[in-house]
Nanobody, 124 residues
Framework: VQLQASGGGLVQAGGSLRLSCAAS????????MAWFRQAPGKEREFVAA???????????DYADTMKGRFRVFRDNAGNTVVLLLNNLKAEDTAVYYC???????????????WGQGTQVTVSS
């Protein structure tokens, strides 16, 4: 299984970006998928996740500090996870990683697959 992240780039503060992460090699439509980020000199942190709730439906979870400006959802029959970043701030500058796993009560749980990361740089 490969997770291919894309959509990062350089944007001014207040701008928006759309990150996508597509799975290949097998279908991950019944997996939970999430986004993490890692800023320079900091630990990787959870951003948002979509949890499979059965059939073709998913719920969304966000880190408390990410609520309101970011939106996460699935696309492409559940094999792509999309993260919309709005009203970006300089502190959102980081490498954004996608991940997939099967999680129960705790989100995120152990990760089975990681993507390679996409750089987001926000200029102030």
């Amino acid at each position: 299984v490969q997770l291919q992240a894309s959509g990062g780039g350089l944007v001014q503060a207040g701008g928006s970006l759309r990150l996508s992460c597509a799975a290949s090699g097998r279908t991950l439509s019944s997996y939970d998928m999430a986004w993490f980020r890692q800023a320079p000199g900091k630990e990787r942190e959870f951003v948002a996740a979509t949890r499979w709730t059965g059939g073709s439906t998913y719920s969304a979870d966000y880190a408390d500090t990410m609520k309101g400006r970011f939106r996460v959802f699935r696309d492409n029959a559940g094999n792509t996870v999309v993260l919309l970043l709005n009203n970006l701030k300089a502190e959102d500058t980081a490498v954004y990683y996608c991940a997939a796993g099967r999680w129960s009560a705790v989100v995120p749980g152990p990760v089975d697959y990681w993507g390679q990361g996409t750089q987001v740089t926000v200029s102030s």
